[in-house]
């Protein structure tokens, strides 16, 4: 069983940036491919962006190219979000998620293990 904590989360102004941590604890989490969704209130989770565990290729979501940045310490059992130039529309609870190996998707039933998220909100 993988266990997945977020952390980071916070209020900031618009233009302004957070970096979001998730931990894995009692499993590795290099043999995982690790993923970042959002739900924003009133809305679906949506996928945001993931990195492989191969050879860290990364995918990420049009509305956050340029802006945001992931990597992954294999070393420490954590996977980061670098999250810069914040909108208001960005504002939403930000969850970390692991998918067993396999091609990089952003489809949600791909991934079997979650964390409780962490809010993040961003004010204009």
């Known amino acids: 069983q993988v266990q997945l904590v977020e952390s980071g989360g916070g209020l900031v102004q618009a233009g302004g940036s957070l970096r979001l941590s998730c931990a894995g604890s009692e499993r590795d ?12 209130p009133g809305k679906e989770r949506e996928f945001v962006v993931a990195i492989s ?16 940045t992931i990597s992954r310490d294999n070393a420490k059992n954590t996977v980061h979000l670098q999250m810069n130039s914040l909108k208001p529309e960005d504002t939403a609870v930000y969850y970390c998620a692991a998918a067993p190996g396999g091609r990089l998707v952003d489809s949600q039933i791909a991934y079997a293990y979650w964390g409780q998220g962490t809010q993040v909100t961003v004010s204009s």
């Open 29 to 40: 989490l290099s043999i995982y491919n690790m993923g970042w969704f959002r739900q924003a």
């Open 53 to 68: 565990w191969r050879d860290q290729n990364t995918y990420y979501a049009d509305f956050v190219k340029g802006r945001f």
